[in-house]
């Protein structure tokens, strides 16, 4: 017995330490955060058959998970190219079990993986906006990378254009660990990197150029403004007034999100009518092939990966650029490859959280109920993954399920934690 206590903690304390430095692995590529992703999901499930603790299996969620896993695993062996197609959908259990396997450690290791999240991120931030600053002015980084786009900045990210993206995505969760963190030797700290860390984030997406990445923003702000309005609103102010500053220092950052943005949206017809645009442009072809694909395989798709298999198809090739990996939204993605069944199940997944964000609000207005702040961080951070209108990634992308995923992990525990204290 005190064998297998002594394993455990040793196993807690190692994956601890690993899940910490997730993001900072998560810049280096797809392989590395893979591959611990991986290794310690099997490990975990290992561990949990072996001492029979089945209580992380047995929720709607890994139940609902494995449903979704087991249809997508039929949709592929259901595809043309069964092998290609199994290669997404196969071993996608690995990103349910390592989001169980987040929740175990946080009831294990909470206070420690917490903080050491929050500095994690903090130094992120930090070092990655010297970078990019240095980037932004010099053509190349600290390190040599050098500026792929005169409109775009990437720092680390190097010819992955994607800084913004990865800071949207994860702004959220690290609004929510200022607000966790509760210790009073970290108070100050806190106190005083809030407000300078918020506004470096918000300054790397603006150099990022990504346009969905500042959309994201856009979309945090609110949803964190609606439902705690006094802490939020000076930040909206700063924002506007960094990103004004940022637009003069250099006009074709602010030309790349507005102007351009702008006249993809708006397209003029017989020089006098203008047509709504609801995507931005380059992806409409993607979009239009997608929704082709779903009307001939309705049901179940044409199987993961099999957009990028079918676009070349002349049925399905809308023009020279609609063929493409992945049609870049993730709902016509799942659509075309997964058919009616694969879309509703996350579309549900949206529905619940856009659901529980709102009842929250309501608790909050009409039954002046408390908000947790970290909590409303993770709902918010996964209804941006999940959110229809807006062009993403590619869904079953090694690196982006984990991203997904990161927080699916943190949401359970805190969920289960507050069933606990009821």
Not at 51 to 57: M, T
Not at 343 to 361: A, E, R
Request: hydrophobic share 50%; proline share 2%.
């Amino acid at each position: 017995m005190k064998f297998e206590n002594k394993f455990e903690t040793l196993f807690v304390k190692i994956s601890s330490y690993f899940l910490i430095s997730l993001p900072v692995l998560l810049i280096t590529g797809s392989f590395l955060p893979d591959l611990v992703v991986s290794i310690f999901s099997i490990t975990f499930l290992i561990y949990c058959f072996k001492n029979k603790i089945f209580k992380y299996f047995l929720n709607n969620f890994f139940i609902f998970f494995i449903f979704f896993w087991l249809f997508i695993t039929t949709s592929s062996l259901l595809s043309e190219d069964i092998i290609f197609s199994l290669h997404s959908s196969l071993f996608y259990f690995r990103v349910g079990i390592f989001s169980l396997f987040v929740w175990y450690l946080l009831e294990k290791n909470s206070e420690f993986i917490l903080k050491n999240l929050f500095f994690i991120f903090l130094l992120i931030t930090i070092i990655m906006f010297i970078d990019s600053s240095f980037q932004y002015y010099n053509r190349t980084s600290l390190f040599g990378l050098k500026i792929q786009d005169e409109n775009r900045v990437s720092s680390f990210f190097g010819d992955e254009l994607i800084m913004g993206s990865f800071f949207s995505r994860f702004l959220p969760l690290i609004v929510g660990l200022f607000f966790y963190i509760k210790e009073k030797k970290l108070a100050e700290i806190k106190n005083y990197f809030f407000f300078p860390c918020f506004l470096m984030i918000i300054t790397m997406i603006v150099m990022s150029g990504e346009r969905t990445a500042f959309l994201l923003m856009i979309m945090t702000i609110s949803l964190f403004l609606i439902s705690n309005f006094r802490n939020f609103i000076k930040l909206v102010i700063s924002v506007v007034i960094l990103f004004l500053v940022i637009n003069v220092l250099n006009i074709n950052i602010g030309y790349r999100i507005l102007t351009v943005t702008k006249n993809e949206l708006f397209i003029k017809k017989n020089s006098v009518k203008e047509k709504i645009n609801f995507f931005f442009g380059t992806h409409i072809a993607h979009y239009k092939s997608a929704y082709k694909m779903y009307i001939d395989n309705k049901i179940i798709g044409v199987g993961p990966r099999g957009f990028r298999l079918y676009c070349k198809d002349e049925k399905y090739l809308i023009s020279d650029v609609s063929c493409s990996t992945h049609p870049h939204n993730t709902y016509l993605q799942l659509l075309s490859e997964t058919g009616l069944i694969g879309f509703t199940f996350i579309f549900f997944l949206f529905l619940y959280l856009f659901i529980s964000y709102f009842k929250i609000i309501i608790d909050k207005y009409l039954y002046n109920k408390k908000i947790d702040i970290f909590l409303i961080s993770l709902i918010i951070m996964l209804l941006l993954t999940l959110w229809p209108i807006i062009p993403t990634g590619n869904f079953f992308h090694n690196r982006l399920m984990i991203i997904y995923y990161f927080p699916v992990g943190f949401y359970l525990w805190k969920k289960n934690k507050h069933k606990l204290i009821k």
